[in-house]
């Protein structure tokens, strides 16, 4: 994995500032784990992890950076099964470090990213009753990520998905999502034909434009009328059980 690592103060207030799981920390949770953080620079194609490794870290996506999970079906397919950006992390979150990774993470979309030795993260949830319930309540997101994705791909249209998979997309990293008709087929795990007819409707009904592995989202309220339920299923999950505080909601 490329990188540029740093233990700048100014860096560490990025960081955290720039995961919305993170920006939950109160200063104490904070203090605990600053010591061993490391602000990362990940590369497009940069493979995380891969099915069956020992986890070593976990990452926290920062800003515009988002990390892939896929699952391999055969030697020649593989499909997302959850993307995470800036609202969590990847690397032992779920099964609290010991279990092999199942699947394989790639970075999508290149930019920084919090580092922290997994044993470290654990040790951490021992000492700080907000970070052990915090990490808890992001694993209900992350599944619920997962089992939104299963009933999204059995039964929603691919052009639904597709926008639905954009506005996350925006969301994350802004208007300006680099990424080809190529990447996008594999994502969805469909043919790039599909795909190419796909973006070209939405860039005809001028909701988005694409151009060199760029897709540029122009109408959002458009692209939203476009997408299925499963983008505000997932996003009001977040906040029904984060939020801005790390307690959901009602605690907001």
Known sequence: MSEVITDELSQLDGAFAGNRLLSTFPNDARAILEPDCEVVELVQGDIVFTPGESLKHSIFPINQTMICLTVDLDLDR??????????????????CGHAPAFTKAAVLIAGPALRIPLQALQEAKSRS?????IFCRYSDYLLSTVMQAVACNAFHPIPARAARWLLTAQDRGGDRIELTQEMFASLLGVQRTTVNAIVRGLQDEGLISNRRGVIQVVDRAGLVRRACSCY??????????IGLTGSGTAAD
Do not use: L
Not at 82 to 88: A, I, K, L, N, Y
Not at 232 to 241: A, K
């Open 232 to 241: 505000q299923s997932i996003e009001t999950h977040f906040s029904n059980v």
């Open 78 to 95: 593989s499909i997302e099964v959850t993307s995470v950006g800036r609202e969590g992390a990847v690397g032992g979150i779920i099964s």
């Open 129 to 133: 009753s907000f970070i052990g319930n």
